[in-house]
């Protein structure tokens, strides 16, 4: 079965802090993806980032990265100089071959404070 | 990315009505799921919506509380029936490709009283 752990419930930082967002997952299936969502007050949930399980190169996109090790089996997300626009709530999924749907984590909900 | 239109975007409802959500995708998208998402909390999957035959529900879900439809590759609609105030939650709509993310409608936002 697949599991996603996001083990921060909230995170606050202030304005132009570094903040790193972590991810655990489970699964036992050799190809699988993993994604992580924003979701801001407005409820949307917003694209991020798709990787899948070959690919163990580490991406930036601006001020987002995404460390993958599949070693421990973690895909964490770091924003690098927050804004006060990155506040939302971040949720990190996996998508596995016995599934179609995505299974989400709980969750971390990023206040950013100017 | 697929435009994900969903209707209502939000309502009120009495204890004991039912509701229709639909979705509605601008191109034909092979996957169609429909999550909640619980005040406060994450996204659980309720069902997929199958083009042509009866949705697959997730344990917890069942067909009598959720019916939902998909007459083609780019509507559905998911009915919440004889609503109880433990209902109110965002309802998402979502589609996508086998290998791919997904994407999601703006949700709709059900209160029941």
């Known amino acids: 079965a697949q599991k996603v752990t996001q083990a921060q419930t909230e995170i606050s930082v202030v304005e132009k802090e570094d903040v790193t967002l972590d991810c655990v997952y489970e699964t036992r299936d050799t190809t699988y993806y993993l994604f992580w969502y924003k979701q801001p007050p407005s409820g949307e949930l917003v694209f991020l980032i798709r990787r899948n399980s070959f690919d163990e190169q580490n991406e930036i996109s601006g001020r987002y990265s995404w460390n993958f090790q599949k070693s421990t089996s973690s895909f964490n997300f770091t924003i690098t100089a927050s804004q006060v626009v990155d506040s939302a709530v971040y949720f990190c999924?996996?998508?596995?071959?016995?599934?179609?749907?995505?299974?989400f984590g709980s969750g971390t909900r990023l206040q950013v404070q100017p | 990315s697929a435009v994900i239109s969903q209707k209502p975007s939000r309502d009120i409802c009495q204890r004991g009505t039912s509701l229709t959500i639909q979705c509605q995708v601008d191109?034909?998208?092979?996957?169609m799921f429909w999550y909640r998402q619980q005040p406060g909390q994450s996204l659980t999957l309720i069902a997929t919506a199958n083009q042509g035959s009866e949705a697959t529900y997730e344990s917890g879900f069942v067909i009598d509380k959720f019916p939902i439809s998909r007459p083609n590759l780019t509507f559905s609609t998911l009915t919440v029936s004889n609503m109880s105030p433990e209902d109110s939650s965002i309802y998402l709509c979502?589609?996508?490709?086998?290998?791919?993310?997904?994407?999601f409608g703006e949700g709709s936002r059900l209160t029941v009283l």
């Open positions: 979502s589609v996508g490709e086998n290998t791919g993310e997904l994407f």
């Open positions: 999924a996996l998508k596995d071959t016995g599934r179609r749907a995505l299974t």
């Open positions: 191109s034909q998208v092979t996957m």
